[in-house]
């Protein structure tokens, strides 16, 4: 029985091998999970992803996302959420590395950068016996805003459904008049929302651009079929203004989405400051783990 059990795993690692582009995807055995890190779902250096797989049967996967203003950041962030998350609720988690946005690159690219990461994870994850059918979205700041956008754009179609988001710090609606009226967030934020939408943006013409702005914001795409979202947001931020969260909120409510919106009253952008928020916060996530995952 045990040479039965070892040819088993010998051949269970070299399936995984075999489905690793290049043998690139390096493969680690823990007690309850099983770990592949930097596994590539395209062809360029950022589209890698780190993937943990309970060896327990699980349909529930939680996606998370860096931040990084678009241009910058990497999965290895949520190396120890992933850990315990995988360990602690027994379901799959996913960091993932995408493309950032230049000249040549935009939210759309990301977003599908997101589509194909989760195909592959579909993929992989059946090779385990698990099929993985639903997915929590989360992140930070740009990661947030990804999850929405990603959830609630691309729902339909993704190769495994959302159903529910958890987003910290995130931008929902790049319209907002605060972006571009308040020296203290449009000093950047122009600048980084040129190169999301690949279109000039400026203080001065961000009104003619609605159409480019809303295109690349979350509340844009909401509807009666959205899903479940928890927003946390500093109401100090001076990276993305508060209204943001309380416009997401609104429509949410509007729409009869399912939603908590968590102020964090003392913090700024990095929710830094609110202990009492915070154990809301992964109250509620966990909640809505057992709910929808």
Same mark, same amino acid.
């Given at each position: 029985?045990? @040479?039965?059990?070892? !040819? ?6 070299? $399936?995984? !091998? ?36 309970? @060896?327990? %049967? ?7 996302? =860096?931040?990084?203003?678009? $241009? %910058? ?55 385990? *016996? ?9 992140? =930070?700041?740009?990661?947030? =805003? ?8 691309? *729902? ?41 939408? *690949? ?14 702005? !809303? ?23 001076? $990276? ?11 429509? !949410? ?13 003392? %913090? ?12 809301? @916060? ?12």
């Amino acid at each position: 029985m045990k @040479k039965i059990f070892c !040819l088993l795993t010998f051949v269970l690692i070299f $399936v995984f !091998l075999v489905s690793c582009d290049n043998n690139e995807c390096k493969i680690y055995e823990h007690s309850n999970y099983y770990e592949l890190k930097d596994v590539t779902y395209g062809k360029n250096q950022r589209q890698t992803f780190d993937l943990n797989l309970p @060896k327990n %049967s699980t349909t529930g996967l939680v996606l998370f996302i =860096h931040g990084g203003y678009w $241009v %910058s950041g990497d999965k290895s962030s949520y190396t120890n959420e992933m850990v315990d998350w995988c360990t602690l609720k027994g379901v799959a988690t996913c960091a993932i590395n995408y493309r950032y946005t230049s000249i040549r690159t935009n939210y759309l690219d990301i977003l599908d950068d997101i589509y194909e990461c989760l195909r592959k994870v579909r993929l992989l994850s059946k090779d385990y *016996n698990l099929n993985l059918t639903n997915v929590m979205l989360t992140g =930070h700041s740009a990661g947030a =805003h990804l999850s929405l956008l990603y959830a609630y754009k691309v *729902n339909m179609s993704s190769p495994i459904n959302p159903t529910c988001v958890v987003a910290l710090s995130g931008p929902t609606d790049l319209t907002d008049e605060n972006y571009y009226n308040d020296s203290k967030f449009n000093i950047k934020i122009t600048y980084l929302f040129s190169s999301l939408t *690949n279109s000039l943006i400026t203080v001065n013409n961000h009104s003619k651009k609605n159409k480019e702005l !809303l295109a690349a914001s979350p509340i844009n795409y909401i509807n009666h079929n959205s899903v479940p979202t928890i927003i946390c947001h500093g109401t100090l931020d001076d $990276v993305v203004p508060y209204s943001n969260a309380e416009r997401l909120h609104d429509c !949410l409510n509007k729409n009869s989405i399912y939603n908590v919106l968590i102020p964090y009253q003392n %913090s700024g952008h990095n929710l830094e400051n609110d202990q009492e928020a915070a154990e809301y @916060k992964n109250l509620l996530m966990n909640e809505f783990a057992n709910r929808y995952l």
